[in-house]
């Protein structure tokens, strides 16, 4: 198993400029999150998905953020147009069903964004 | 609004030291997770709690639940240079989210 896997590792791009970061969950895992990490603020959720489906975006912090996941093994988190404060590591993690024996997320190596 | 504290942030220790992080939650939660962070790392998982009075022990660490106090402990003995690392807790409320809400988490440094 390849785990959860996040493209790019390391995005540096100019602010204004549109950012795609991607993610490929566990095969068989049905929830997906998306969370973003800094010094300043830990571990901040910005959105999960239940079998493709968005449900809560409560943390998505505004209308320049943007998640989509087209299919069960494919989820973009967008963010256009950039900012300096969104510089931050975006972590997808995947969860597999209830009654599976383990309950935790699994991580993917992260993405480490830097607008300048 | 589930809030989960830890303390203390940051730990400086020798080793061969024993030392206990806690993790306190403000409202019910059915199961509570530790996950440790190296420097520039993802998060892996150590332990999964699922119930009151849990106690999980791997190596050096062991992590227990008081659902009732609403605290969990991760307990270090004779520490070691290899579990220096950033410990963080996360739980997970009872109204059937799958959301985390993690806590603010602790760097450990253990000096040789």
């Known amino acids: 198993d390849a785990g959860v896997i996040q493209s790019p590792r390391h995005e540096v791009t100019e602010m204004g400029q549109e950012v795609t970061l991607r993610c490929k969950p566990i095969?068989?895992?049905?929830?997906l999150f998306w969370y973003r990490q800094t010094m300043m603020r830990g571990l901040e959720l910005l959105i999960y998905?239940?079998?493709?489906?968005?449900?809560?975006d409560s943390g998505m912090p505004e209308d320049r953020f943007s998640a989509k996941m087209p299919n069960a093994s494919f989820s973009t988190l967008k963010i256009q147009p950039s900012e300096p404060r969104d510089s931050a590591v975006y972590f997808c993690?995947?969860?597999?069903?209830?009654?599976?024996?383990?309950?935790?997320?699994?991580f993917g190596s992260g993405t480490r964004l830097t607008v300048v | 609004e589930l809030k989960v504290e830890q303390n203390p942030l940051f730990l400086s220790m020798q080793e061969g030291k024993n030392y206990t992080i806690y993790c306190n939650y403000s409202t019910t939660s059915d199961r509570l997770y530790w996950y440790r962070q190296d420097p520039g790392k993802s998060l892996e998982s150590l332990f999964v709690?699922?119930?009151?009075?849990a106690v999980k022990q791997e190596g050096r660490l062991m992590a227990s639940l008081d659902t009732k106090a609403r605290l969990s402990t991760l307990h270090i003995t004779a520490a070691v240079h290899d579990l220096s690392a950033t410990y963080f807790c996360?739980?997970?409320?009872?109204?059937?989210?799958?959301?985390?809400?993690f806590g603010t988490g602790t760097r450990l440094k253990v000096l040789a």
């Open positions: 709690l699922l119930s009151n009075g």
């Open positions: 993690a995947s969860r597999g069903p209830e009654g599976g024996g383990y309950y935790g997320y699994t």
């Open positions: 095969s068989g895992h049905n929830s």
């Open positions: 998905f239940n079998n493709n489906v968005p449900i809560d």
């Open positions: 996360a739980v997970v409320g009872t109204s059937g989210t799958y959301k985390y809400i």
